[in-house]
Nanobody
Framework: QVRLVESGGGLVQAGDSLRLSCATS????????MAWFRRAPGKEREFVAA????????EYGDSVKGRFTISRDNAKNTVYLQMNSLKPEDTAVYYC?????????????????WGQGTQVTVSA
C-alpha cells in the first residue's frame, strides 16, 4: 500500500493560483500512474488530471483544461497540481491517487491508493 499525503490547499480568490503537492511513500513511485480527483459538496468525485511515470503523458478533465497542470518529480516521490485562474466552481476537496497500472485512466476505480485530501476554497 502506498501512503499519499496532500498539501497546499487553502482559501483564495477567483483568478488566483495554488499549487498542490502529494508526497508518496512508494519505493517504486517512478513506475506509478498518478492522478488528482476532487469532490465538491453535494457532487460526485470528479477526475481532474493524471500523469504517467514518464512525465510526458498527461490527461485532464474538461473543466480544468488549459488552467491546471499536473507534473511529477520522481526523485522526490512527489506529484504536483498547479492550478491557475481558479474559479469558485473549483472549490472542492482535492485527492491524490496512485495506480500501478501503466495506462492513464479517468476512473477512480483504477486507482488503488488515496490520500486524505486537501481543501481548496475559491471565493468570488
Amino acid at each position: 500500500q502506498v501512503r499519499l499525503v496532500e498539501s497546499g490547499g487553502g482559501l483564495v480568490q477567483a483568478g488566483d493560483s495554488l499549487r498542490l503537492s502529494c508526497a508518496t511513500s512508494a519505493h517504486t513511485f517512478a513506475t506509478y500512474t498518478m492522478a488528482w480527483f476532487r469532490r465538491a459538496p453535494g457532487k460526485e468525485r470528479e477526475f481532474v488530471a493524471a500523469i504517467k511515470w514518464s512525465n510526458v503523458y498527461t490527461e485532464y478533465g474538461d473543466s480544468v483544461k488549459g488552467r491546471f497542470t499536473i507534473s511529477r518529480d520522481n526523485a522526490k516521490n512527489t506529484v504536483y497540481l498547479q492550478m491557475n485562474s481558479l474559479k469558485p466552481e473549483d472549490t472542492a476537496v482535492y485527492y491524490c491517487a496512485a495506480s500501478s497500472r501503466t495506462y492513464l485512466s479517468h476512473s477512480a476505480f483504477d486507482y488503488d491508493d488515496w490520500g486524505q485530501g486537501t481543501q481548496v476554497t475559491v471565493s468570488a
